[in-house]
């Protein structure tokens, strides 16, 4: 199965020329394997409060060392700017850092890892998204069987217009879309700097609707969420009766609508007798 997010894809022809146990072989590709299953960040003097999460700086900056080490031996990527965000309990976020100590009273823990590949003749740029929770560090964040994680970032040949953060457990799903809808290549640049720095201010309502959806248990609910956040309403303080309350209010009011069209459809077949 592919690695998501914070495994990039590596060509075969590209691929390490000497063994390492963090590279994987998947058909004909080669996949760098989650940082947390490479190194985790466990250290035994990490702090301890009660709405901070453990973690050690040294650690996480070593463990994108090696991310580094093996993407610029490839020769596949050159990361060039790495951003930091701490994610409260109730999803809010604190400003992008270039420090990880904005992670000291956050429960979660966001790095982005920006960089450059080279798009047939032309260099372009793209980011990848990995979360840090208890002292692991990963392109996959867990909780309460639900996941969370963005799609494969770009290495080759595309522009970067576009990302999706995916919530899901078994069957059931929710994607968020984030895009910018310039399609000019020569504003590539500026299109994935405007992406990256949107993302970046709007993580948190990640974090919130990753947390709602492990109050739903079925995919209808999950598509009401998706309709709020598609609305800009606020689902911090969403509680599970405001929710339900929310929930019969939109599909009663879909239902009506369904009525009105339906109405609407036999007057006119009632005006053409």
């Known amino acids: 199965m592919p690695i998501r997010c914070g495994a990039i894809v590596l060509s075969t022809a590209k691929a ?13 590709h080669t996949f760098f394997m989650p940082i947390s299953k490479v190194k985790p960040l466990t250290s035994g003097t990490g702090r ?13 900056v070593e463990a994108i060392d090696v991310l580094r080490e093996t993407y610029e031996k490839n020769k596949t990527i050159k990361i060039y ?3 930091y965000i701490g994610i409260r309990e109730d999803g809010g976020s604190t400003p992008s850092s270039k420090f990880p100590t904005v992670f000291d009273h956050a429960k979660y823990g966001v790095v982005f890892i920006h960089y450059s590949y080279w798009r047939v003749t032309q260099e372009d740029n793209s980011f990848f998204i ?17 996941r969370m994680f963005f799609d494969a970032p ?21 994607t968020i879309h984030f895009k910018q809808n310039s399609t000019n290549d020569l504003l590539s640049l500026l299109t994935y700097k405007c992406l990256s ?32 956040l598609n609305r800009n309403q606020e689902i911090e303080n969403l509680n599970k009766q405001l929710f339900w309350e929310k929930l019969n209010c939109f599909y009663k009011e879909k239902a009506i609508e369904g009525y009105k069209e339906m109405l609407d459809e036999i007057k006119e077949l009632v005006k053409q007798q």
Request: net charge negative.
């Open 16 to 28: 390490m020329r000497e063994p390492d146990n963090r590279i994987k072989q998947i058909g004909s």
């Open 48 to 60: 301890h409060n009660i709405y901070a999460m453990e973690y050690n700086p040294k650690k996480i």
């Open 81 to 83: 700017s790495i951003d």
């Open 197 to 228: 720095s949107f993302i970046e201010d709007k993580i948190g309502i990640c974090f919130q609707a990753f947390k709602a959806a492990q109050n739903c248990t079925t995919q209808q609910e999950l598509d009401f969420l998706n309709e709020l």
């Open 130 to 146: 990995l979360f840090l929770k208890d002292n692991e560090l990963g392109d996959t964040i867990e909780e309460n069987g639900w």
């Open 154 to 174: 770009i290495t080759t040949f595309n522009v970067t217009r576009s990302r999706s953060c995916h919530i899901e457990k078994g069957n059931l799903k929710l």
